[in-house]
Protein backbone atom coordinates (compact mmCIF):
# COMPACT_ATOMS: atom_id res chain seq x y z
CA UNK A 1 0.00 0.00 0.00
CA UNK A 2 1.31 3.54 -0.73
CA UNK A 3 0.90 6.52 1.38
CA UNK A 4 -1.05 9.92 0.91
CA UNK A 5 0.27 13.45 0.70
CA UNK A 6 -0.72 13.47 4.50
CA UNK A 7 1.63 10.94 5.45
CA UNK A 8 4.48 12.29 3.12
CA UNK A 9 4.06 15.78 4.37
CA UNK A 10 3.62 16.30 7.64
CA UNK A 11 4.16 19.44 9.80
CA UNK A 12 6.26 19.90 12.65
CA UNK A 13 4.98 18.71 16.10
CA UNK A 14 5.20 21.80 17.60
CA UNK A 15 3.38 23.43 14.99
CA UNK A 16 0.04 21.20 15.73
CA UNK A 17 0.80 21.77 19.35
CA UNK A 18 0.91 24.97 19.65
CA UNK A 19 -2.26 25.26 17.34
CA UNK A 20 -4.29 23.43 19.65
CA UNK A 21 -2.98 24.97 23.53
CA UNK A 22 -5.89 27.14 23.79
CA UNK A 23 -8.63 25.46 21.65
CA UNK A 24 -11.78 25.71 23.46
CA UNK A 25 -14.13 22.77 23.22
CA UNK A 26 -17.67 24.48 22.22
CA UNK A 27 -19.03 24.89 18.86
CA UNK A 28 -18.20 28.10 17.42
CA UNK A 29 -21.28 29.14 15.23
CA UNK A 30 -23.29 29.09 18.51
CA UNK A 31 -20.86 30.65 19.77
CA UNK A 32 -21.00 33.45 17.53
CA UNK A 33 -24.84 33.89 17.51
CA UNK A 34 -25.73 37.45 18.85
CA UNK A 35 -27.63 36.91 22.18
CA UNK A 36 -31.43 38.24 20.68
CA UNK A 37 -31.47 35.43 18.25
CA UNK A 38 -30.63 32.47 20.78
CA UNK A 39 -33.79 33.09 23.25
CA UNK A 40 -34.51 30.45 26.05
CA UNK A 41 -37.87 29.76 24.95
CA UNK A 42 -39.99 27.83 27.69
CA UNK A 43 -40.49 24.03 28.04
CA UNK A 44 -43.96 22.70 26.93
CA UNK A 45 -46.36 22.68 29.94
CA UNK A 46 -50.33 20.93 30.05
CA UNK A 47 -51.99 20.30 26.79
CA UNK A 48 -52.06 22.50 23.45
CA UNK A 49 -53.80 21.74 20.62
CA UNK A 50 -52.39 22.63 16.72
CA UNK A 51 -53.52 21.69 13.29
CA UNK A 52 -49.51 20.70 12.69
CA UNK A 53 -47.43 19.60 15.61
CA UNK A 54 -43.37 19.14 14.64
CA UNK A 55 -41.12 17.18 16.30
CA UNK A 56 -37.58 18.54 15.95
CA UNK A 57 -36.28 22.43 16.14
CA UNK A 58 -33.73 22.20 13.17
CA UNK A 59 -33.65 22.75 10.25
CA UNK A 60 -36.01 19.95 8.83
CA UNK A 61 -38.76 20.84 11.70
CA UNK A 62 -38.28 24.57 11.17
CA UNK A 63 -38.38 24.49 7.27
CA UNK A 64 -41.33 23.01 7.31
CA UNK A 65 -43.30 25.02 9.88
CA UNK A 66 -42.08 27.55 8.06
CA UNK A 67 -42.89 26.12 4.59
CA UNK A 68 -46.59 25.51 6.10
CA UNK A 69 -47.39 28.65 7.17
CA UNK A 70 -46.67 29.81 3.94
CA UNK A 71 -49.43 27.39 2.34
CA UNK A 72 -51.71 28.31 5.00
CA UNK A 73 -51.00 31.43 6.41
CA UNK A 74 -54.14 30.30 9.55
CA UNK A 75 -52.70 26.87 10.10
CA UNK A 76 -51.46 26.65 13.81
CA UNK A 77 -48.29 25.15 13.96
CA UNK A 78 -46.35 24.04 17.45
CA UNK A 79 -42.87 22.59 16.98
CA UNK A 80 -41.51 20.52 20.30
CA UNK A 81 -37.99 20.20 20.56
CA UNK A 82 -35.45 18.24 22.90
CA UNK A 83 -32.88 20.63 23.63
CA UNK A 84 -32.60 24.11 21.90
CA UNK A 85 -33.13 25.48 18.26
CA UNK A 86 -30.26 24.24 16.10
CA UNK A 87 -28.48 22.40 19.25
CA UNK A 88 -27.70 19.77 17.24
CA UNK A 89 -26.40 18.89 13.32
CA UNK A 90 -28.18 22.14 12.43
CA UNK A 91 -25.71 24.16 14.40
CA UNK A 92 -22.54 22.29 14.09
CA UNK A 93 -22.27 21.39 10.63
CA UNK A 94 -19.95 22.89 7.72
CA UNK A 95 -22.09 25.23 6.42
CA UNK A 96 -22.06 23.67 3.14
CA UNK A 97 -25.26 24.58 1.50
CA UNK A 98 -25.16 22.25 -2.23
CA UNK A 99 -27.98 22.29 -4.59
CA UNK A 100 -27.50 18.35 -4.94
CA UNK A 101 -30.12 16.36 -3.18
CA UNK A 102 -28.71 12.94 -3.64
CA UNK A 103 -24.98 13.37 -1.48
CA UNK A 104 -23.35 14.26 -5.06
CA UNK A 105 -24.11 13.46 -8.52
CA UNK A 106 -22.55 10.08 -8.32
CA UNK A 107 -24.33 8.90 -5.91
CA UNK A 108 -27.58 10.02 -7.63
CA UNK A 109 -27.04 8.40 -10.89
CA UNK A 110 -26.01 5.00 -9.36
CA UNK A 111 -29.48 4.68 -7.62
CA UNK A 112 -32.13 7.03 -9.44
CA UNK A 113 -30.51 7.49 -13.12
CA UNK A 114 -33.77 8.20 -14.83
CA UNK A 115 -34.55 10.81 -12.12
CA UNK A 116 -31.25 12.56 -11.97
CA UNK A 117 -32.80 15.48 -14.54
CA UNK A 118 -35.56 16.16 -12.31
CA UNK A 119 -33.64 15.83 -9.06
CA UNK A 120 -30.69 18.33 -10.29
CA UNK A 121 -33.57 20.52 -11.27
CA UNK A 122 -35.53 20.38 -8.23
CA UNK A 123 -32.19 20.83 -6.47
CA UNK A 124 -31.22 23.73 -8.13
CA UNK A 125 -34.23 25.42 -8.02
CA UNK A 126 -34.04 24.29 -4.06
CA UNK A 127 -31.21 26.03 -3.71
CA UNK A 128 -32.15 29.05 -5.41
CA UNK A 129 -35.63 29.29 -3.01
CA UNK A 130 -32.83 28.84 0.08
CA UNK A 131 -30.53 32.28 -1.51
CA UNK A 132 -33.98 34.10 -2.18
CA UNK A 133 -35.20 33.32 1.41
CA UNK A 134 -32.94 36.17 2.82
CA UNK A 135 -34.79 38.46 1.15
CA UNK A 136 -38.43 36.88 0.85
CA UNK A 137 -38.28 36.52 5.05
CA UNK A 138 -35.91 39.49 5.99
CA UNK A 139 -33.18 36.94 7.23
CA UNK A 140 -29.58 37.22 7.76
CA UNK A 141 -27.38 34.10 7.60
CA UNK A 142 -24.73 35.04 5.53
CA UNK A 143 -25.44 33.11 2.25
CA UNK A 144 -22.50 33.75 -0.30
CA UNK A 145 -23.06 31.47 -3.74
CA UNK A 146 -19.23 30.51 -3.73
CA UNK A 147 -20.03 27.25 -5.24
CA UNK A 148 -17.10 24.39 -4.14
CA UNK A 149 -13.60 23.48 -5.00
CA UNK A 150 -12.85 19.77 -5.66
CA UNK A 151 -9.17 19.59 -4.85
CA UNK A 152 -6.71 16.33 -6.31
CA UNK A 153 -4.19 15.38 -3.78
CA UNK A 154 -3.38 12.33 -5.29
CA UNK A 155 -2.68 11.74 -8.70
CA UNK A 156 -4.85 8.86 -9.70
CA UNK A 157 -7.03 12.10 -8.55
CA UNK A 158 -6.76 13.79 -11.63
CA UNK A 159 -8.07 11.68 -13.89
CA UNK A 160 -11.40 11.31 -12.28
CA UNK A 161 -11.42 15.17 -12.42
CA UNK A 162 -10.81 15.73 -16.03
CA UNK A 163 -13.98 12.90 -16.65
CA UNK A 164 -16.11 14.95 -14.47
CA UNK A 165 -15.55 18.38 -15.94
CA UNK A 166 -15.87 16.38 -19.36
CA UNK A 167 -19.48 15.38 -17.86
CA UNK A 168 -20.28 18.50 -16.54
CA UNK A 169 -22.70 21.21 -17.43
CA UNK A 170 -21.96 24.96 -17.42
CA UNK A 171 -20.60 26.16 -14.40
CA UNK A 172 -18.13 23.16 -13.50
CA UNK A 173 -14.31 24.02 -14.13
CA UNK A 174 -11.41 22.06 -14.83
CA UNK A 175 -7.94 23.80 -12.70
CA UNK A 176 -4.70 21.99 -13.76
CA UNK A 177 -2.24 22.44 -10.88
CA UNK A 178 -0.86 25.87 -11.24
CA UNK A 179 -4.74 27.42 -12.01
CA UNK A 180 -5.93 25.30 -8.64
CA UNK A 181 -2.80 26.28 -6.67
CA UNK A 182 -3.24 30.15 -8.01
CA UNK A 183 -6.98 29.69 -6.82
CA UNK A 184 -6.00 28.48 -3.18
CA UNK A 185 -2.18 28.10 -2.41
CA UNK A 186 -1.99 24.64 -1.31
CA UNK A 187 0.87 22.66 -2.20
CA UNK A 188 -1.03 19.40 -1.94
CA UNK A 189 -3.49 20.54 -4.85
CA UNK A 190 -2.42 18.76 -8.42
CA UNK A 191 -5.78 19.50 -9.89
CA UNK A 192 -9.51 21.03 -8.81
CA UNK A 193 -12.62 21.11 -10.48
CA UNK A 194 -14.77 24.27 -9.37
CA UNK A 195 -18.74 23.66 -9.52
CA UNK A 196 -19.58 27.53 -9.64
CA UNK A 197 -23.06 27.58 -9.25
CA UNK A 198 -24.28 24.17 -7.16
CA UNK A 199 -22.96 25.53 -3.33
CA UNK A 200 -23.22 28.19 -1.48
CA UNK A 201 -21.91 29.04 2.44
CA UNK A 202 -23.87 29.81 5.24
CA UNK A 203 -23.61 30.22 8.75
CA UNK A 204 -25.52 27.10 10.35
CA UNK A 205 -26.36 28.33 13.55
CA UNK A 206 -27.67 31.63 12.18
CA UNK A 207 -29.58 29.77 9.50
CA UNK A 208 -31.47 27.30 12.21
CA UNK A 209 -32.25 30.69 14.55
CA UNK A 210 -33.33 33.06 11.95
CA UNK A 211 -35.57 30.29 10.27
CA UNK A 212 -37.05 30.13 14.06
CA UNK A 213 -37.13 34.14 14.19
CA UNK A 214 -39.37 33.93 11.53
CA UNK A 215 -41.56 31.02 12.52
CA UNK A 216 -42.60 33.10 15.50
CA UNK A 217 -43.19 36.12 13.92
CA UNK A 218 -45.94 33.91 12.16
CA UNK A 219 -47.53 32.63 15.38
CA UNK A 220 -45.94 29.25 15.21
CA UNK A 221 -45.06 28.30 18.87
CA UNK A 222 -41.44 26.78 19.54
CA UNK A 223 -40.79 24.93 22.83
CA UNK A 224 -37.44 23.57 24.03
CA UNK A 225 -35.96 21.41 26.37
CA UNK A 226 -39.14 19.20 26.19
CA UNK A 227 -38.02 15.74 24.33
CA UNK A 228 -41.37 13.49 23.27
CA UNK A 229 -41.51 10.23 24.65
CA UNK A 230 -44.82 9.40 22.91
CA UNK A 231 -46.70 9.15 19.34
CA UNK A 232 -50.36 8.36 20.17
CA UNK A 233 -52.92 7.60 16.64
CA UNK A 234 -55.74 5.91 18.26
CA UNK A 235 -57.77 8.56 18.13
CA UNK A 236 -58.78 10.47 14.82
CA UNK A 237 -55.31 13.04 15.08
CA UNK A 238 -52.10 12.45 16.81
CA UNK A 239 -51.24 12.94 19.95
CA UNK A 240 -47.43 14.04 20.63
CA UNK A 241 -46.65 13.95 24.35
CA UNK A 242 -43.53 14.35 26.88
CA UNK A 243 -43.01 13.18 30.25
CA UNK A 244 -45.42 16.24 31.39
CA UNK A 245 -47.22 17.96 28.62
CA UNK A 246 -48.90 17.04 25.20
CA UNK A 247 -49.65 18.23 21.86
CA UNK A 248 -53.42 17.59 20.12
CA UNK A 249 -53.32 18.17 16.40
CA UNK A 250 -54.41 17.09 13.10
CA UNK A 251 -51.03 15.84 11.31
CA UNK A 252 -47.56 15.57 13.02
CA UNK A 253 -43.93 15.89 11.16
CA UNK A 254 -41.00 13.85 12.64
CA UNK A 255 -37.76 15.59 11.90
CA UNK A 256 -35.75 13.76 14.89
CA UNK A 257 -32.09 13.67 12.27
CA UNK A 258 -29.97 11.14 13.76
CA UNK A 259 -32.04 10.66 17.31
CA UNK A 260 -33.65 7.79 17.46
CA UNK A 261 -37.02 7.48 15.93
CA UNK A 262 -40.77 7.61 17.17
CA UNK A 263 -41.71 5.23 14.88
CA UNK A 264 -40.84 1.39 15.58
CA UNK A 265 -40.23 1.08 11.15
CA UNK A 266 -37.42 3.20 11.03
CA UNK A 267 -35.30 2.79 14.48
CA UNK A 268 -33.07 0.48 12.09
CA UNK A 269 -33.43 3.25 8.85
CA UNK A 270 -30.52 5.56 10.35
CA UNK A 271 -27.05 5.11 12.31
CA UNK A 272 -25.15 8.28 14.18
CA UNK A 273 -21.46 8.91 12.96
CA UNK A 274 -19.44 11.19 14.24
CA UNK A 275 -18.26 13.84 12.58
CA UNK A 276 -14.69 16.25 13.87
CA UNK A 277 -14.16 20.27 13.02
CA UNK A 278 -11.65 22.58 14.40
CA UNK A 279 -12.20 26.23 13.82
CA UNK A 280 -9.53 28.91 13.55
CA UNK A 281 -8.64 32.33 14.94
CA UNK A 282 -9.26 34.98 12.24
CA UNK A 283 -6.56 34.92 9.58
CA UNK A 284 -4.61 38.35 9.73
CA UNK A 285 -4.38 40.28 6.38
CA UNK A 286 -1.24 38.80 5.64
CA UNK A 287 -2.31 35.23 6.49
CA UNK A 288 -4.71 35.78 3.82
CA UNK A 289 -2.77 37.09 1.20
CA UNK A 290 -0.71 34.27 1.39
CA UNK A 291 -3.50 31.70 1.05
CA UNK A 292 -5.38 33.60 -1.98
CA UNK A 293 -8.64 32.06 -1.76
CA UNK A 294 -10.41 35.32 -3.05
CA UNK A 295 -13.73 33.32 -5.20
CA UNK A 296 -14.40 31.68 -0.98
CA UNK A 297 -14.85 28.45 -1.82
CA UNK A 298 -15.86 25.73 0.13
CA UNK A 299 -13.40 22.90 -0.41
CA UNK A 300 -14.44 19.07 -0.04
CA UNK A 301 -10.99 16.88 -1.62
CA UNK A 302 -11.42 14.12 -3.78
CA UNK A 303 -10.82 11.49 -0.95
CA UNK A 304 -13.14 8.27 0.75
CA UNK A 305 -12.05 9.89 3.38
CA UNK A 306 -12.30 13.19 2.50
CA UNK A 307 -11.58 16.78 4.52
CA UNK A 308 -14.00 19.79 3.76
CA UNK A 309 -12.96 22.96 4.92
CA UNK A 310 -13.63 27.09 3.93
CA UNK A 311 -13.36 30.23 5.20
CA UNK A 312 -16.37 32.28 7.59
CA UNK A 313 -17.39 35.87 6.98
CA UNK A 314 -14.25 36.81 9.32
CA UNK A 315 -11.99 35.08 7.63
CA UNK A 316 -11.18 31.66 10.23
CA UNK A 317 -10.85 28.30 8.51
CA UNK A 318 -13.10 25.66 9.28
CA UNK A 319 -11.44 22.65 8.95
CA UNK A 320 -13.20 19.27 9.35
CA UNK A 321 -14.32 15.74 8.18
CA UNK A 322 -11.61 12.66 7.70
CA UNK A 323 -12.29 10.83 10.53
CA UNK A 324 -16.17 9.45 10.54
CA UNK A 325 -16.26 7.26 13.74
CA UNK A 326 -19.13 5.16 14.37
CA UNK A 327 -20.08 3.75 18.01
CA UNK A 328 -21.07 0.45 19.09
CA UNK A 329 -24.90 0.25 19.93
CA UNK A 330 -26.35 3.31 17.43
CA UNK A 331 -26.09 5.71 20.65
CA UNK A 332 -25.70 9.31 20.54
CA UNK A 333 -23.57 10.53 23.63
CA UNK A 334 -21.82 13.32 25.05
CA UNK A 335 -18.72 11.63 25.66
CA UNK A 336 -18.18 10.85 21.95
CA UNK A 337 -17.72 14.11 21.21
CA UNK A 338 -14.24 14.04 22.38
CA UNK A 339 -11.82 12.74 20.48
CA UNK A 340 -8.40 14.02 20.81
CA UNK A 341 -6.40 12.32 18.59
CA UNK A 342 -8.90 13.11 16.15
CA UNK A 343 -8.64 16.73 16.42
CA UNK A 344 -4.55 16.29 16.74
CA UNK A 345 -5.02 14.36 13.00
CA UNK A 346 -6.87 17.03 11.34
CA UNK A 347 -4.66 20.25 12.41
CA UNK A 348 -1.68 17.82 11.18
CA UNK A 349 -3.66 17.55 7.80
CA UNK A 350 -4.86 21.33 8.19
CA UNK A 351 -0.75 22.21 7.84
CA UNK A 352 0.03 19.90 5.70
CA UNK A 353 -2.62 21.75 3.31
CA UNK A 354 -1.86 25.43 4.85
CA UNK A 355 2.02 25.11 5.77
CA UNK A 356 2.25 28.60 5.10
CA UNK A 357 0.20 29.06 7.87
CA UNK A 358 2.13 27.43 10.89
CA UNK A 359 1.69 29.52 13.80
CA UNK A 360 -1.92 29.78 13.82
CA UNK A 361 -3.82 28.71 16.43
CA UNK A 362 -7.69 26.75 16.40
CA UNK A 363 -9.99 28.48 18.66
CA UNK A 364 -12.95 26.27 18.83
CA UNK A 365 -13.28 22.47 18.16
CA UNK A 366 -16.47 20.17 18.66
CA UNK A 367 -17.99 16.96 16.95
CA UNK A 368 -21.40 15.88 16.17
CA UNK A 369 -23.34 12.75 15.20
CA UNK A 370 -24.57 12.48 11.11
CA UNK A 371 -27.38 10.86 10.81
CA UNK A 372 -26.37 8.19 8.11
CA UNK A 373 -29.06 6.23 5.81
CA UNK A 374 -27.81 2.98 3.26
CA UNK A 375 -28.56 5.17 0.17
CA UNK A 376 -26.19 8.38 2.05
CA UNK A 377 -29.63 10.71 1.34
CA UNK A 378 -32.97 11.53 2.81
CA UNK A 379 -35.58 8.99 2.98
CA UNK A 380 -39.00 10.23 3.04
CA UNK A 381 -42.61 8.72 4.05
CA UNK A 382 -45.78 8.14 6.10
CA UNK A 383 -47.10 6.28 8.80
CA UNK A 384 -50.49 5.88 10.92
CA UNK A 385 -52.57 6.79 7.89
CA UNK A 386 -51.22 9.42 6.51
CA UNK A 387 -51.00 11.66 9.47
CA UNK A 388 -47.17 11.23 10.35
CA UNK A 389 -44.48 12.43 7.74
CA UNK A 390 -41.33 12.00 8.60
CA UNK A 391 -37.65 12.35 6.83
CA UNK A 392 -34.22 11.36 7.63
CA UNK A 393 -30.70 10.15 6.86
CA UNK A 394 -29.63 13.14 5.32
CA UNK A 395 -26.08 11.74 5.72
CA UNK A 396 -24.08 14.88 6.08
CA UNK A 397 -25.74 16.93 3.28
CA UNK A 398 -28.83 18.25 5.05
CA UNK A 399 -28.40 21.95 4.74
CA UNK A 400 -30.23 22.53 1.71
CA UNK A 401 -32.29 19.26 1.60
CA UNK A 402 -33.54 19.74 4.57
CA UNK A 403 -35.67 22.63 2.70
CA UNK A 404 -36.78 19.91 -0.05
CA UNK A 405 -37.75 17.18 2.78
CA UNK A 406 -39.90 19.96 4.18
CA UNK A 407 -41.74 20.41 0.96
CA UNK A 408 -42.09 16.65 0.38
CA UNK A 409 -43.27 16.08 3.69
CA UNK A 410 -45.95 18.69 4.05
CA UNK A 411 -47.02 17.06 0.16
CA UNK A 412 -47.31 13.59 1.66
CA UNK A 413 -49.82 15.04 4.28
CA UNK A 414 -51.77 17.10 2.01
CA UNK A 415 -52.40 13.81 -0.14
CA UNK A 416 -50.80 16.19 -3.42
CA UNK A 417 -49.73 14.06 -6.33
CA UNK A 418 -46.94 15.77 -7.91
CA UNK A 419 -43.32 15.81 -9.40
CA UNK A 420 -41.81 15.78 -5.74
CA UNK A 421 -43.92 12.94 -4.43
CA UNK A 422 -43.80 10.98 -7.78
CA UNK A 423 -39.73 10.14 -7.24
CA UNK A 424 -38.97 6.99 -6.54
CA UNK A 425 -36.27 8.42 -4.12
CA UNK A 426 -39.78 9.54 -2.08
CA UNK A 427 -41.84 6.15 -3.22
CA UNK A 428 -39.12 3.61 -1.87
CA UNK A 429 -37.20 3.48 1.37
CA UNK A 430 -33.72 2.04 1.64
CA UNK A 431 -32.57 -0.62 2.99
CA UNK A 432 -32.11 -0.62 6.74
CA UNK A 433 -29.12 -1.36 8.94
CA UNK A 434 -28.37 -4.88 10.71
CA UNK A 435 -29.10 -4.35 14.17
CA UNK A 436 -25.59 -5.39 16.31
CA UNK A 437 -22.92 -6.54 15.90
CA UNK A 438 -23.42 -6.93 12.58
CA UNK A 439 -23.94 -2.74 12.42
CA UNK A 440 -20.53 -2.40 13.87
CA UNK A 441 -18.74 -5.06 11.87
CA UNK A 442 -20.20 -3.99 8.48
CA UNK A 443 -19.39 -0.25 9.13
CA UNK A 444 -16.28 -0.43 10.59
CA UNK A 445 -15.16 -2.78 7.87
CA UNK A 446 -16.46 -0.63 5.37
CA UNK A 447 -14.44 2.32 7.16
CA UNK A 448 -11.29 0.65 6.83
CA UNK A 449 -11.57 -0.38 3.22
CA UNK A 450 -12.47 3.36 2.38
CA UNK A 451 -9.11 4.11 4.13
CA UNK A 452 -7.80 1.42 2.20
CA UNK A 453 -8.69 2.63 -1.50
CA UNK A 454 -7.04 5.71 -0.54
CA UNK A 455 -3.73 4.26 -0.31
CA UNK A 456 -4.18 2.21 -3.16
CA UNK A 457 -4.89 4.57 -6.11
CA UNK A 458 -8.65 4.75 -5.23
CA UNK A 459 -8.84 0.93 -6.03
CA UNK A 460 -11.88 -0.76 -4.44
CA UNK A 461 -11.65 -3.93 -2.81
CA UNK A 462 -13.87 -7.30 -2.51
CA UNK A 463 -16.32 -5.46 0.07
CA UNK A 464 -16.42 -2.16 -1.71
CA UNK A 465 -17.26 -3.79 -4.53
CA UNK A 466 -19.81 -6.18 -3.27
CA UNK A 467 -21.60 -3.33 -1.77
CA UNK A 468 -21.59 -1.25 -4.90
CA UNK A 469 -22.86 -3.91 -6.63
CA UNK A 470 -25.94 -4.27 -4.25
CA UNK A 471 -26.86 -0.16 -4.41
CA UNK A 472 -24.95 0.02 -0.78
CA UNK A 473 -21.78 1.61 -2.17
CA UNK A 474 -20.43 4.96 -0.71
CA UNK A 475 -17.95 7.23 -2.93
CA UNK A 476 -17.36 10.86 -1.77
Known amino acids: MGTTVFERQRPAASVVRHSLADTKHSVFWRDDLPAGLLPDRPPLTGTHRADLVVVGGGYTG ?8 DRDPGMKVVVVEAQRVGWAASGRNGGFCEASLTHGHENGVARWPNEMPTLDRLGRANLDAIEASEATYGMDFQFERTGQLAPATEPHQVEWLKEWAAEGEGGVVFLDEAEARASIASPTYL ?17 AAELA ?19 DTNGPGVVVATETARVEASRAVLGTNV ?9 LMTVPVYDYVLMSEPLTPDQLRSIGWRDRQGVGDMANQFHYYRITKDDRILFGGYDAIYHYGRKVRPEYEN ?9 NHFFTTFPQLAGLRFSHQWAGA ?17 RVAYAAGFTGLGVGSTRFAGEVMLDLLDGV ?19 EPAAAIGINAT ?30
Not at 62 to 69: C, I, K, R, V
Not at 419 to 431: I, S
Open 62 to 69: LWTALLAT
Open 191 to 207: AAVWEQQTCGMVHPARM
Open 213 to 231: RVCEERGVEIFERSRVTAL
Open 259 to 267: FPSLLTRNR
Open 339 to 347: RPETWERLA
Open 370 to 386: IDTSTQFTAFFGTAREG
Open 417 to 435: SNERTALEMVQRRPLPFPP
Open 447 to 476: RWSLDRADHNRGKRNILLKTLDALGLGFDS
